[in-house]
């Protein structure tokens, strides 16, 4: 089945500096890949997302890349503020007779002021 | 609001105990998600609904049973409570399997 491995685990930065979190899949056939946010003791919360036939998508200070050749994507925070700090979780969906999606485990960002 | 409702937010079961976690979306989303959340291992499926009539296994599917009663609502029930089922569960849906998840705010159980 399908397994996502999501690097760092833990990543602190200054206020204001760029922040990359990295994911890789393993079934080529994932074709929705969504990233999604999630602060303490909420639920997590869809940021962006890019499918198979995008390369790469922005929105404001976020932007996702993917390499559907070597089964990359990332996640890009630019100027990052103490409000970005959260656990983010990278994902991909596959379609299994109906559609299934299985995250990785997860990166905390600690944007420091 | 519209959006996913959880039900409880909190318990405590003693090892044996059953019980159901409630799920409900207003979004009339045809697709309907169960996942548990523990620490450093991210959200792992338990079963997914990809239309209202239709329940399938996610990754850890043993120890629970699911009910779509209608488009609406998604209950997931534990029948006997082990201290491994400890951790927090979230309900999800979404209007077709391919598209963004709406999550609930999440229950959190303890099995003692």
């Known amino acids: 089945g399908e397994n996502v491995e999501q690097h760092p685990s833990t990543l602190s930065v200054q206020e204001g500096d760029s922040a990359v979190i990295k994911c890789t899949y393993s079934d080529s056939a994932s074709n929705y890949f969504p990233w999604y946010k999630q602060e303490l003791g909420k639920g997590p919360q869809l940021i962006i997302d890019i499918r198979s036939n995008v390369g790469e998508k922005k929105d404001q200070r976020i932007a996702v890349t993917l390499n559907k050749t070597a089964k990359h994507f990332s996640l890009h925070i630019t100027e990052t503020q103490p409000e970005d700090s959260a656990v983010y979780f990278c994902a991909a969906s596959l379609y299994t007779g109906g559609f299934k999606t299985i995250f990785g485990a997860g990166t905390r960002l600690f944007v420091k002021a | 609001n519209a959006g996913v409702t959880q039900t409880p937010k909190f318990q405590v079961l003693k090892t044996g105990q059953s019980m159901t976690l409630q799920c409900a979306q207003d979004?009339?989303?045809?697709?309907m998600y169960w996942y548990r959340q523990d620490p450093g291992m991210g959200l792992r499926l338990i079963y997914y609904?990809?239309?209202?009539?239709?329940?399938d296994k996610g990754e850890v599917p043993n120890g629970y049973n699911v009910s779509r009663l209608n488009k609406r609502e998604f209950s997931l029930r534990l029948e006997s409570a082990a201290p491994s089922q400890t951790s927090v569960y979230f309900c999800?849906?979404?209007?077709?399997?391919?598209?963004?998840?709406?999550f609930g705010s999440g229950t959190r159980l303890t099995v003692v």
């Open positions: 999800a849906s979404s209007e077709l399997g391919d598209r963004g998840y709406t």
């Open positions: 979004m009339n989303h045809n697709s």
């Open positions: 609904s990809a239309s209202e009539g239709t329940t």
